[in-house]
């Protein structure tokens, strides 16, 4: 089963006059891997997927599988209709992707019955490996200890991006053992890899990802002072780039740099002028 470790980069998509921008998303995957990073999450949170058609969404991971360069590509897939989820997994097994990332039906608020059996069933549909995106902020469900450690009996269930604002369930399931914990709040990528997590999945890597490579590197040989200094260099930069929703600030830091266009699709807004003035001068 394959190991998901180090830093990975939830790619955003960019868009060009409203159309998905292949080119400037191929380029930007080019990029990204030549820094160093562990691998690539398309269709994530970061990735305005909900903004995406079906047929974008497949044209989204197609670009991206193509320009990954061999480092492992992990696919986005949530959605509050069980069987239609199971579906979009079926799908995906014929791709080449690493694994799936799969959130908490959204919006109905189930049980944790009714979660436990949703990620059942898309672990039983898939022949990927299944991270487990545990973020209540924007599921509106809590993925609950008993609920998570009940998942990690299931083969196909590896990991979990851990969103769930909760330290000790952090550290109940580092001590677990039978999930690799991936931190997905930027803020707490350092404090969780200290105490264990096997890596982070970080939008805010997208604007400097040879620096969050350093650090992890840094603690993973054991470098502590090395990794705290870079971690604190990089500490204004993750407030910044979650300083309003994300991906807007990612996305207007990237347009400074020449990357992609600054545009996002509705209701997403981008960053305010004077937080994209605050970016540049941090990218520049």
């Known amino acids: 089963m394959f190991s998901f470790s180090g830093i990975w980069i939830p790619l955003v998509t960019p868009f060009n ?24 999450v398309a269709l994530g ?34 959605g509050n209709h069980t069987q239609s989820v199971c579906e979009r997994i079926a799908a995906l097994n014929e791709t ?13 608020r189930p049980s944790q019955a009714g979660v436990a059996g949703h990620f059942a069933a898309l672990a039983d549909a898939s022949r990927k490996p299944v991270i487990v995106y545990d973020i209540p902020a924007r599921t509106g469900v809590q993925l609950e200890l008993p609920t998570l450690l009940d998942l990690a009996g299931h083969a196909r269930i590896v990991a979990v991006k ?18 690799q914990v991936l931190c ?11 105490a264990g997590a096997s890596g982070a999945i970080a939008a805010s890597a997208h604007l400097a990802p040879e620096r969050f490579v350093a650090m ?43 990357l992609i266009r600054n545009e996002l699709r509705a209701p997403m807004t981008c960053a305010s002028a004077a937080l994209e003035d605050a970016l540049g001068k941090m990218v520049a």
Request: hydrophobic share 50%; charged share 20%.
């Open 162 to 179: 851990d969103c769930g604002g909760s330290l000790a369930k952090t550290l109940a399931l580092i001590l677990d053992g039978r999930l």
């Open 184 to 194: 997905g709040e930027d803020i707490e990528m350092f404090g969780a890899l200290c």
């Open 17 to 40: 006059r409203g159309a998905v921008d292949h080119e400037a998303l191929d380029a930007l995957v080019r990029h990204y891997a030549q820094a160093g990073v562990a691998g690539f």
């Open 45 to 78: 949170t970061t990735g305005e997927p909900a903004a995406l058609d079906e047929r974008e969404q497949d044209a989204v991971l197609a670009t991206v599988l193509a320009s990954a360069g061999g480092l492992p590509v992990v696919a986005g897939v949530s």
């Open 216 to 258: 992890e590197r840094a603690l993973r040989e054991g470098r502590l002072a090395d990794a705290r200094a870079l971690w604190h260099s990089l500490v204004p930069l993750v407030r910044a780039a979650f300083a309003e929703p994300n991906p807007g600030p990612v996305k207007a830091a990237l347009a400074r740099r020449g």
């Open 96 to 108: 080449p992707v690493a694994g799936v990332l799969a959130a908490a039906p959204y919006y109905i």
